[in-house]
T-cell receptor, first 115, second 114 residues
């Protein structure tokens, strides 16, 4: 079965650079989520989109932005990178049925290292 | 606001013994509850969910979880642990009224010794 695809799997950037992470949801899934997981931490919700519109916002820094495109893939844009942005970034997708989302399926993550 | 608590950072169990990983939740409405497992440097794998219906739900790899509304708990269980079950387990909740975000607990590291 198709899963959530994230690219790249690994990314190394210098401070103050920008990074773009991509996420391709499971086919027919209409909702995409972004999470950040620091070392030894639980995943922290950043932002989500439903049908290409932002549906919820969590602890996403102002330096970050995201969008969902017409083909439902999503991109997380990160600017002015800081050392503290080094983390594993997960994308997840789910399908809203009857107005309700249930479980989300996660990608393998992008490991971002800022040096 | 919704939240999840996993009171144990680590659970150690001998192979073949039953295991329990604890989780309690807090939501303003009806909860949707989930368990995910994470292996090193891997994504989160969905194990099981409670939406409505039977309080005992069965999931992947022989895991099950019991929803207890009065105790606001959703403990993960397995009758006989395997060494391969060693991983990081996250309990998660989605508030029915907040259809978008899933909130995770702090995680419990499960270690199964041979």
């Amino acid at each position: 079965a198709a899963g959530v695809i994230q690219s790249p799997r690994h990314l190394i950037k210098e401070k103050r650079e920008t990074a773009t992470l991509k996420c391709y949801p499971i086919p027919r899934h209409d909702t995409v989520y972004w999470y950040q997981q620091g070392p030894g931490q639980d995943p922290q919700f950043l932002i989500s989109f439903y049908e290409k519109m932002q549906s919820d916002k969590g602890s996403i820094p102002d330096r970050f932005s995201a969008q969902q495109f017409s083909d439902y893939h999503s991109e997380l844009n990160m600017s002015s990178l800081e050392l503290g942005d080094s983390a594993l970034y997960f994308c997840a997708s789910s399908q809203r049925t009857g107005g309700i989302n249930t479980e989300a399926f996660f990608g393998q993550g992008t490991r971002l290292t800022v040096v | 606001a919704q939240s999840v608590a996993q009171p144990e950072d680590q659970v150690n169990v001998a192979e073949g013994n039953p295991l329990t990983v604890k989780c309690t939740y807090s939501v303003s409405g009806n909860p949707y509850l989930f368990w995910y497992v994470q292996y090193p440097n891997r994504g989160l794998q969905f194990l099981l969910k409670y939406i409505t219906g039977d309080n005992l739900v069965k999931g992947s790899y022989g895991f099950e979880a019991e929803f207890n509304k009065s105790q606001t708990s959703f403990h993960l269980k397995k009758p006989s642990a395997l060494v391969s079950d060693s991983a990081l387990y996250f309990c998660a909740v989605r508030d029915y009224s907040s259809a978008s975000k899933i909130i995770f607990g702090s995680g419990t590291r499960l270690s199964i010794r041979p």
